[in-house]
């Protein structure tokens, strides 16, 4: 598949019809009025047909070329290197902790960017006011080493 705009409107209609299934398994009504499934099964619904209706439209007149949108050269090289530091986070969090991953992370997102000394102290601070953001203030459980961070 060649055409991108039809290829996006594939990926959301998979996505409005997963929604719209699961909308299926609430109540649509309640004792007090509409139910919680009322609202994403009307949403996911109107978002099928808006899928169909925009992959028609791609179809026919609006073809957008799958080699004219993806990135070439530098721009490749720079998601692929977001995508390689997620994957290391992702690795790396449950034994190093969240504060360990987040500047393993960002250094190798920072490393092209900024000279190493910058790139850390950027990394540490940012971890660090994240990490107390949301583990002290917010209370929401992130994964901790032995240290505690």
Known sequence: MKNAGALVGFLILIFAGTLFFQALSY?????YGPGPGLFP?????LLIVLSIAYIIDCYKKNIIQLKDVLPKGEGLRKIILIMVSLVVFYILAPYTGYSVAGIIMLMILFIKEYKWYWGLG???VVTFVLFYTFYSVLNVPLPVNSFGL
């Open 27 to 31: 109540d649509y009504y309640s004792d």
């Open 41 to 45: 099964l009307w949403l996911s619904g």
């Open 122 to 124: 950027i990394s540490v």
